[in-house]
């Protein structure tokens, strides 16, 4: 979104950029630590044909860990997808129904 509204982070001139608020003890630590959004990426390589996402912290090192600083291992994620809602417009669009309760 490239108006004025939400946090420079999330700014972006080629495409919409979200946000996902996790209801993880971890992530809410590292959250109120920073203070601030942080950027996150679901993870999918490239060479994927499938819509799998790895979940598994021992699997994400074995595959990613050369490529990131640090996998933290807080068991297991989810398989349910987050809820997407398109906030560029006038009104909220939701796109998809995901985990997490959607209030208006």
């Known amino acids: 979104n490239t108006n ?3 946090p ?6 080629k495409r919409p950029m979200g946000g ?3 209801d993880h003890p971890i992530a809410q630590g590292i959250l109120e630590a920073l203070g601030e959004p942080m950027r996150t990426a679901s993870l999918k390589t490239e060479e994927d044909d499938l819509q799998e996402y790895y979940t598994d912290p021992e699997r ?18 989810g398989l349910t997808p987050s809820t997407l809602v398109f906030c560029t417009a006038d009104e909220p669009e939701l796109i998809r129904q ?7």
């Open 8 to 13: 420079k982070l999330f700014k972006n001139k």
């Open 60 to 77: 994400i090192h074995e595959v990613f860990g050369k490529r990131v600083d640090l996998v933290i291992d807080g068991g297991p994620g």
């Open 20 to 22: 996902r608020v996790p």
């Open 4 to 6: 004025n509204k939400g």
């Open 98 to 104: 995901g985990a997490g309760e959607l209030i208006w």
